[in-house]
C-alpha cells in the first residue's frame, strides 16, 4: 500500500517546459487516472516518478519519504508501457521471472510468485509459449504480470491498452480494474482516452500543456469542470460552450431538451435553436444546430433519447429548455469557472 505525492514537479528540455509545477497526492490504495491530449506531459510525469527521467524541479515522495534522488530499481515501484516490451527469444514464464532474476530472488521462490500471478490473470496454460504465438490481450496480461511478481508500492501504466482492438481493450479495461480491486495496490494510469479515465479511476487528473488543470471523482469533473478546457474534453460528447457577453455558458448536450418533450419542466434557461441535421445512434440521437439571438448562431449538439426525437423540427427555430442547476459559467478570457448569470 502507498500514497504517492508529487510537490511543485517541474520538467523543462531546454527551453519546452514539459511539467509546469504538478502538484498532485494520491490516497492509499486508489486508482487514479490521468488524461489529456497527446504531448501535454502525462508521458514524461509518468517517467519522473519512475526515476527514469530526473526532474528540473519539485520532488516525487512515497509514503513521505522523498525518492526522487533514488533510482528506479530502489523505488518499489513498477511500470508498463504502452510497448510490452516481452523478450522474444524467452517463454512467458521467463519473461515473468526476469525482473526476479535480476534481484537475485531464489528459484523456488520465482516459481511461487509465477505461479501465483499467472494464476490471478488466468494465464498458466501460457507459461511455455513465446510472445510471438500470444495475442495482443494475451501480452498485456504477461506484462501485467511480470509487474506483478515484484509486489511493488505503487503500479504505473501508460496506455497500456491502446494498441488493442476496441473489443479486446474494453475486456482488458475491466480486468486491470478487478486486478486492482483485488491487489489493493495504489495505481496509477495514463490515457488519452477520456472513456477509459472515467470508467477506471476512483480521481481523475486532468493535464494540458504540461499543467494540472484539475483532478476529482469521474462525476466531479464532469457536473462541476473547473474550466472550459475540462468541459470540453470530459464527455461525448463535450459540453457546448456558448460566448455571450463577456461570459462563456455551457451545456451537457444530453441535458438539452426540446420545450414541446419537458412542457411541466420549471426553472429552466431557454435556447433558440436551429436543428440542421439529425445522426441515429441506435438508442440515441445527435441533433446539430445553432442558436440564434445573443449566441451570434454559434453551433450546438443535443443528444436526445429515442421518446424524444420526434418532437425536433428540422430547418425551424424552436425553444430548447436545460435545468439551470446544470448551466455552468465560465469566465470569457481565462477560461475558469464564474458565478452563474441571467441567461
Request: overall charge positive; glycine content about 8%; charged content about 25%.
Amino acid at each position: 500500500m502507498a500514497v504517492l505525492e508529487v510537490r511543485g514537479l517541474a520538467k523543462h528540455f531546454g527551453d519546452f517546459k514539459a511539467l509546469q509545477g504538478i502538484d498532485l497526492a494520491t490516497r492509499d490504495g486508489e486508482f487514479v487516472t490521468i488524461v489529456g491530449p497527446s504531448g501535454c506531459g502525462k508521458t514524461t510525469l509518468m517517467r519522473v516518478i519512475a526515476g527514469l527521467e530526473k526532474p528540473t524541479a519539485g520532488d516525487v515522495m512515497l509514503n513521505g519519504k522523498v525518492i526522487t534522488p533514488l533510482p528506479p530499481r530502489a523505488r518499489h515501484i513498477a511500470m508498463v508501457f504502452q510497448s510490452y516490451a516481452l523478450y522474444p527469444h524467452m517463454s512467458v514464464a521467463d519473461n515473468i521471472a526476469f525482473p526476479l532474476k535480476a534481484r537475485g530472488v531464489a528459484k523456488g521462490e520465482r516459481e511461487a510468485l509465477i505461479r501465483w500471478a499467472a494464476k490471478v490473470l488466468g494465464i498458466e496454460a501460457l507459461l511455455h509459449r513465446r510472445p510471438a504465438r500470444l495475442s495482443g490481450g494475451e501480452k498485456q496480461k504477461v506484462a501485467l504480470a511480470r509487474a506483478m511478481v515484484r509486489k511493488p508500492a505503487l503500479f504505473i501504466f501508460d496506455e497500456p491498452l491502446s494498441s488493442l482492438d476496441a473489443q479486446v481493450r474494453a475486456a482488458a479495461r475491466a480486468e486491470l480494474r478487478q486486478l486492482h480491486d483485488r491487489t489493493g495496490v495504489t495505481t496509477i494510469y495514463v490515457t488519452h482516452d477520456q472513456i477509459e479515465a472515467v470508467g477506471l479511476g476512483d480521481r481523475v487528473a486532468v493535464m494540458q500543456a504540461g499543467a494540472l488543470r484539475q483532478i476529482g471523482s469521474p462525476q466531479e469533473l464532469y457536473y462541476e469542470p473547473a474550466n472550459t478546457f475540462v468541459a470540453s474534453f470530459i464527455g461525448t460528447p463535450p459540453m457546448n460552450l456558448l460566448p455571450r457577453d463577456g461570459v462563456i455558458v455551457g451545456f451537457r448536450p444530453e441535458h438539452a431538451l426540446p420545450r414541446a418533450a419537458a412542457p411541466d419542466l420549471a426553472d429552466v434557461a431557454t435556447f433558440a435553436i436551429r436543428v440542421t441535421r439529425t445522426e441515429f445512434l441506435g438508442s440515441e440521437w445527435l441533433a446539430y444546430g445553432s442558436i440564434d439571438g445573443a449566441f451570434d448562431n454559434a453551433k450546438v449538439l443535443c443528444k436526445l433519447q429515442q421518446d424524444v426525437i420526434g418532437k425536433v423540427k428540422l430547418g425551424e427555430i424552436q425553444d430548447f429548455v436545460v435545468s439551470r442547476a446544470l448551466v455552468r459559467f465560465f469566465d470569457k478570457d481565462t477560461g475558469l469557472r464564474t458565478a452563474p448569470v441571467t441567461v
